[in-house]
């Protein structure tokens, strides 16, 4: 089976698994949801305030979020040792890790298209006119949080103290991707938006470093 | 089995005697430099140190992708040793700069690209030692550190560069640029050399006390397993 076909049906599994309780999701936005309102009460939440400090805070609260969630792509498979399953399935180890970044993906997104409208009204910046452009630079900075999340995630599946393990590992890693993140959604807050390119590239430097990492060395992770 | 800890003199008390000359040079001989006056010579410390810190982690990084192709798991203990070593260095880094900083600049730390992506490098490389800590199968312990150690350290021109681009304060590098007053040079190298030693030396050791705990690990399971098959 190829591999895009594979991971294709691994990303259904994973979707499935997740909308029969929808536990992640649900979690995921209380807990973004909570720490936005926690952030306005550390600095003064006026609109010129918070054009200075909503972008930051948005990333953190993202890259917070994303430490938290993705750990069950990998305890899940834990319960009925089904990781083991997936790996006699004649299809490319990559296929499993990507099948469950793409998941991961898609699970972080979703938390942003509900985060995001939220954002705007509660701090009073406008978005719309610059949402093609904030949604590239979410979609980069996204996908390189969830490739290196869902590698540690693996990573840390048989160590002891996991939850509070992986942002440990996770954090400091994503250095690049909260800088370059916070910069360019600032660029495009700012009057009049603007989006560096410097950022932009920068994002996608890093989603094409560990894309091809998890590529190269994560089928090392799956291994019992 | 057979790996024992030895201590060899020779090479020790070499470094030791580099490690005076050095420390000599670097106080005495060295010219003093015209604006920052004395403190500068902390510089003939810090430098090194970061320098050898840098050959330290990239051992790491060399010894993580051995133990993925070869599975030796004398390349896992190379690799825990070179990064709790490259971690030392590390810190002097961390510890002699904000002394150096203080009658120069007027404040201990700026955030500065420098400073700041050495601080980071200093978190990944703790919580790489860390992790190990956390996870009791030695294979999987293997594993798991040599991908994150990997992962780490082609995070960490990425993370340079992000804070570069961020900020930048850090007085420019003086070496390579034909900044440098020209007797100042063999102290430094003298400096760099003899860190390099300690480095090497404690490499070693440590080497040796990681293969001497695999051995203990080894008979503790062994023991375990003729324990079960007594009962």
């Not at chain 1, 599994?13 to 720490?35: A, C, G, H, Q, S």
């Not at chain 1, 985060?115 to 910046?125: G, K, Q, T």
């Not at chain 1, 938006?193 to 998890?214: E, K």
Request: aromatic residues 12%; proline residues 5%; hydrophobic residues 60%.
């Amino acid at each position: 089976m190829g591999m895009a076909r594979a991971a294709t049906i691994l990303v259904a599994k994973e979707l499935r698994t997740e909308f029969r309780t929808r536990e992640l999701l649900n979690t995921t936005i209380v807990f973004v949801l909570m720490v936005l309102v926690l952030f306005s009460f550390t600095f003064d939440p006026t609109a010129a305030e918070s054009r200075r400090f909503g972008p930051g805070l948005l990333w953190l609260a993202l890259l917070f979020a994303g430490a938290l969630m993705m750990p069950p792509s990998f305890t899940r498979e834990q319960a009925n040792e089904t990781l083991a399953a997936l790996r006699l399935a004649p299809i490319d180890p990559m296929a499993i890790l990507l099948g469950k970044v793409l998941a991961n993906f898609l699970f972080l997104m979703l938390t942003e298209a509900a985060l995001l409208p939220i954002f705007a009204v509660l701090y009073d910046v406008s978005l719309a006119p610059v949402l093609g452009r904030l949604l590239l630079v979410f979609v980069l900075g996204t996908l390189g949080l969830t490739t290196t999340g869902t590698v540690f995630s693996a990573l840390t599946s048989q160590a002891r103290m996991r939850e509070l393990l992986l942002p440990l590992l996770l954090l400091p890693v994503l250095t690049p991707v909260l800088i370059a993140g916070t910069e360019a959604t600032a660029g495009l807050l700012a009057d009049p938006p603007n989006l560096p390119r410097l950022w932009l590239l920068l994002l996608v430097a890093f989603d094409i470093v560990f894309l091809t990492a998890t590529w190269v060395f994560g089928e090392y992770l799956l291994e019992e | 089995m057979g790996e024992e800890m030895r201590v060899s003199w020779l090479p020790a008390v070499a470094v030791a005697v580099l490690l005076g000359l050095a420390g000599y040079a670097a106080l005495f001989l060295a010219p003093t430099e015209q604006t920052m006056g004395l403190i500068q010579r902390i510089f003939y410390f810090h430098v090194p140190s970061a320098w050898t810190a840098f050959v330290a982690f990239l051992i790491v990084f060399v010894a993580n992708i051995a133990y993925l192709i070869s599975r030796a798991p004398k390349w896992d203990w190379l690799g825990v040793s070179a990064a709790e070593v490259g971690l030392a260095f590390c810190s002097a880094v961390l510890v002699t700069g904000p002394i150096w900083a203080k009658p120069v600049w007027g404040i201990w730390w700026t955030w500065d690209a420098r400073l700041t992506s050495t601080f980071v490098l200093w978190v990944l490389y703790v919580s790489y030692l860390l992790l190990r800590t956390l996870v009791s199968d030695a294979e999987r312990r293997a594993i798991v550190s040599a991908v994150f150690g990997i992962f780490a350290f082609l995070d960490v021109p990425l993370v340079y560069l992000s804070i570069w681009f961020w900020r930048t304060q850090h007085p420019q590098p003086v070496i390579g640029g034909g900044g440098m007053d020209r007797r100042m040079w063999p102290p430094f190298l003298l400096c760099w050399a003899a860190l390099m030693g300690v480095m090497v030396l404690l490499l070693r050791l440590r080497y040796g006390l990681e293969a001497l705990r695999h051995e203990v690990e080894e008979m503790k399971i062994d023991r375990e397993r003729r324990k079960a098959i007594a009962s």
